[in-house]
C-alpha cells in the first residue's frame, strides 16, 4: 500500500504525543476534516523515495537497479518533485547503513513494516485496529532499532522519549519477541533537511512500562475523558485547535490577566510569561485564519470581515514587455540581474557530500544572531559578558 493511502488510526502513534497528553483531543479532532496539505504530500513523495532506496539497498534481487530506476522516474512525474530529495534520501539511506554496518553481526533489516498496536491501543467498534507503520526496523544482537524518516523541516523532532517511535518500538517487539532476543531498544530520528539525527534508548522494562501508560491513557482518549490540556506543542497540529474551548480560555486568560501586582516584573515572571504565553501569539493566527475561513464562506464573525488584500502586479507578456522596452532605448543588460545562488541552495545542488568535498574548504561559519530558546536547548548558552579568560587571552595577544 502506497504511504498516501494509508489509514490511520483515531488512536494514532503519529498524533500520540498529543492524545497522551490532552486525552480527549483525540475524538475532538474527528469532527474537523484531515485537509493534509502541500507540505505532507511532499513528505509522503520523499517517503516513497526513501523507501525504494533502502529496498533497493537491501533486496537487490527483487528490486534491483532496473525497477528501481523505472520507480523513481514516475515519482519523478509528481508536480511535487524536487532533486533535492534525492540528497536528503541518500542521508537517510547513509543512516540506516551505518548503523547496520556497525552492529557486531548484521541485523535483520525490516522496511515500512506496519505494526499491530492493539495490545496497548483499543478502537472504536467498526474500526480497524490500532497499528502503525515504522520506517526501518533493525533487529539483531539483542537490539531493536527503530529508525524514522521525517521529512518536515519547521519543528525539530527529538528521538528522546519519542511517543511515536516508541509505539512502533512496543509493535515491532510484541511481533518479533518470538523470534529474537531483543533487550534493548534504540530510537532514531533522521530529519535531514535541518541536519537532525537525533538518537536515544533504552531498556526493554522500560519501554513495557510506557506501554502500561498507554494502555491507561487511551482508555479515556478512546472515550473522548480525561482533561484537556493546551500547550504550544500539544495544540500545534491538533484539527481541533481553532475551535477548542481549552485553548481559547487558556490563552484569553494568559494574555489579559491583570493583578495586583509591582508594576515591574521581574526576570522570573518573564521566564514564566515565557513559557505559559509560548502558544498565545500562534493561537490568535490559528483564530485569524479560521475566521476569515467563516467570513469567506459567507458566516458572520461579529466586528470582522474578509477584504481584498493588497494586489500585486505581474507582465501578461514579459518577453513582449522587455521588446517594447528595448526599441524605448533600454539596454538588455539592464533588465536583468545576475545574482549568485546561496551557499545552501548550492549544496542542495551538488549534494551535502559532494558539496563538502569540493568546496568545503571555502566555508567559513560566522555565529549567528543571538537568539532567545529554551534552557533544554541542547545549545551552548552565550552572554555578551566578557570573561576574565578573554581578556587575560587578548592581553596576551597584545603584548
Ligand atoms: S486544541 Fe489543544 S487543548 Fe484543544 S483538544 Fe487540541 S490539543 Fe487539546
Not at 148 to 175: C, H, I, M, R, W
Not at 344 to 371: H, N, Q, R, W
Amino acid at each position: 500500500m502506497g504511504h498516501a493511502e494509508r489509514k490511520h488510526s483515531i488512536l494514532s502513534p503519529s498524533g500520540a504525543h498529543r492524545w497522551l497528553y490532552c486525552t480527549p483531543s483525540a475524538l475532538l479532532e474527528q469532527q474537523f476534516p484531515d485537509t493534509g496539505s502541500e507540505a505532507a504530500m511532499e513528505g509522503t513523495l520523499a517517503h516513497e523515495l526513501a523507501e525504494m532506496k533502502l529496498r533497493n539497498y537491501v533486496n537487490t534481487v527483487d528490486f534491483g537497479k532496473t525497477k528501481f530506476t523505472r520507480a523513481v522516474n514516475k515519482l519523478k512525474k509528481d508536480p511535487l518533485w524536487k532533486d533535492e530529495m534525492l540528497g536528503h534520501t541518500e542521508d537517510y539511506l547513509d543512516y540506516v547503513k551505518n548503523l547496520a554496518l556497525s552492529a557486531p553481526s548484521l541485523p535483520t533489516v525490516i522496511i515500512e513494516k506496519r505494526v499491530d498496536l492493539s495490545a496497548w491501543i483499543p478502537s472504536l467498534p467498526d474500526t480497524d485496529p490500532a497499528s502503525g507503520t515504522a520506517d526501518c526496523i533493525l533487529i539483531g544482537n539483542g537490539q531493536l532499532h527503530v529508525i524514522d524518516f521525517k521529512y518536515g523541516k519547521g519543528v525539530e523532532v527529538s528521538a528522546e522519549g519519542n511517543p511515536q517511535l516508541s509505539l512502533y518500538a512496543l509493535g515491532a517487539y510484541e511481533t518479533y519477541k518470538f523470534l529474537y532476543r531483543i533487550e534493548r531498544i534504540h530510537l532514531h530520528i533522521v530529519q535531514p533537511r535541518i541536519n537532525n539525527f537525533s538518537s536515544w534508548d533504552c531498556s526493554l522494562e522500560e519501554l513495557l512500562e510506557f506501554g502500561k501508560y498507554v494502555q491507561k491513557k487511551a482508555e479515556l482518549a478512546i472515550k473522548g475523558e480525561g482533561d484537556f490540556r493546551p500547550g504550544e506543542n500539544t495544540c500545534r497540529f491538533c484539527r481541533a485547535k481553532g475551535r477548542c474551548r481549552a485553548r481559547a480560555d487558556r490563552n484569553v486568560e494568559l494574555a489579559f490577566a491583570v493583578g495586583k501586582k509591582p508594576p515591574l516584573i521581574t526576570n522570573a515572571e518573564m521566564g514564566e510569561y515565557l513559557e505559559k504565553g509560548a502558544d498565545v501569539e500562534k493561537w490568535l493566527s490559528d483564530l485569524k485564519e479560521l475566521a476569515l475561513k467563516e467570513c469567506l464562506a459567507g458566516k458572520d464573525v461579529p466586528g470582522w470581515k474578509a477584504v481584498e488584500g493588497r494586489g500585486t502586479r505581474s507582465w501578461t507578456d514579459q518577453d513582449k514587455a522587455f521588446e517594447v522596452v528595448k526599441d524605448a532605448g533600454i539596454d538588455e543588460t539592464m533588465l536583468y540581474v545576475k545574482s549568485p545562488l546561496s551557499l545552501a541552495k548550492v549544496e542542495e545542488l551538488m549534494g551535502k557530500k559532494a558539496f563538502a568535498a569540493s568546496v568545503g574548504d571555502y566555508v567559513i561559519k560566522s555565529p549567528g544572531k543571538p537568539t532567545l530558546v529554551k534552557t533544554s536547548d541542547k545549545r551552548e548558552a552565550i552572554t555578551n559578558k566578557v570573561t576574565a579568560k578573554e581578556v587575560f587571552k587578548e592581553e596576551t595577544n597584545n603584548e
